[in-house]
């Protein structure tokens, strides 16, 4: 149920504004202005999203591709391609990994390796990741160095259907990084998509054990649907796809967001735990606002903020 509660500590009660700050990018050219909704006119990125509390992320580019993202006030996502796909992110800051909200005190590294298929598909994502610990200050100085604690690995595996070439499911392993180990996977989840036309409506994932590489019995299990889709254009179809889903894998609770796989957006989303005996869905709903281009450019708490290209 910590899950559900962070849901609610980051949705419940947040409202947005529009500073003159966000007026101009990082290269002085001007955003979209919310204030006149007058919205931007030929090719765009997403530049910022912001609420009335900080930015959530900050999108920077080279030419028409993004290259970095910045989240809170230390994290970095570096996204590296092989012509146009993304082919490596590397990221270095801090992450909600236990899903209360906060983010944890403990630094994280971790580097992504994206393989396609034959079709240009994104087939799977392998991932090593090293948690870091702040040691005890030796004077003159405040601040501890920053220790090795533990390492992962993890393996992504993507599939698609044959009927509507969409994605499917993500199959995930994962288990500590340890030298000489021929395997080293101890833990799994599943994650299960369904659509409505072009839409994510609902997503399903459930964690647990692996031994052997033969998956037990679910110890985790939650549902995320999206209903009552706009017809207009969501800001994250400006992103690349491997991106996005990098971004969901980053921490179990990140399935949430799992609508910015979609081409629209959903103003309610029902969250439930279903290894609760009677599961009870946790409701969040919103309206959008939209620019002439049809673009959002506020929901759910969240601004939208736009560059032209």
């Given at each position: 149920m910590k899950r559900i509660f962070y849901f609610i500590l980051i949705l419940a009660g947040v409202s947005s504004v529009y500073s003159c700050k966000d007026m101009l990018d990082e290269n002085g050219d001007p955003l979209s202005d919310l204030n006149n909704n007058t919205g931007l006119n030929g090719p765009r990125g997403l530049y910022r999203e912001i609420t009335d509390k900080d930015t959530i992320a900050e999108y920077h580019y080279n030419g028409l591709l993004m290259t970095k993202v910045l989240t809170d006030s230390a994290s970095v996502t570096d996204v590296m391609y092989s012509g146009e796909k993304v082919s490596k992110i590397n990221f270095n800051g801090f992450l909600d990994v236990d899903g209360d909200g906060k983010l944890d005190k403990d630094s994280i590294s971790y580097?992504?390796?994206?393989?396609?298929?034959?079709?240009?598909?994104?087939?799977?994502?392998?991932?090593?990741r090293s948690y870091y610990k702040?040691?005890?200050?030796?004077?003159?100085?405040?601040?501890?160095?920053?220790?090795?604690?533990?390492?992962?690995?993890?393996?992504y595996k993507l599939m698609y259907s044959a009927a509507t070439a969409k994605l499917d499911s993500i199959m995930m392993k994962t288990g500590p990084?340890?030298?000489?180990?021929?395997?080293?996977?101890t833990d799994y989840s599943q994650t299960k998509y369904t659509y409505l036309g072009d839409n994510v409506s609902k997503v399903v994932r459930?964690?647990?054990?692996?031994?052997?590489?033969?998956?037990?019995?679910?110890?985790?299990?939650?549902?995320?649907?999206?209903?009552?889709?706009?017809?207009?254009?969501?800001?994250?179809?400006?992103?690349?796809?491997a991106y996005k889903i990098s971004n969901l894998l980053s921490t179990e609770a990140n399935d949430f967001r799992s609508l910015i796989l979609s081409p629209n957006s959903p103003k309610r989303i029902a969250v439930t735990d279903l290894t609760q005996p009677?599961?009870?869905?946790?409701?969040?709903?919103?309206?959008?606002n939209y620019d002439p281009q049809t673009y959002v450019t506020k929901g759910f708490g969240i601004n939208y903020i736009y560059k032209p290209f």
């Open positions: 580097t992504q390796l994206f393989t396609y298929g034959n079709t240009g598909k994104l087939e799977s994502i392998s991932e090593t702040r040691g005890p200050a030796v004077p003159p100085a405040t601040l501890g160095p920053k220790v090795l604690f533990a390492k992962t690995k993890s393996l990084d340890i030298s000489g180990s021929p395997s080293g996977f459930h964690y647990g054990p692996l031994a052997n590489d033969i998956p037990g019995a679910p110890t985790e299990k939650y549902s995320y649907e999206y209903t009552s889709y706009d017809n207009q254009i969501s800001a994250y179809t400006l992103l690349p796809f009677i599961p009870t869905p946790t409701i969040f709903s919103t309206d959008y």
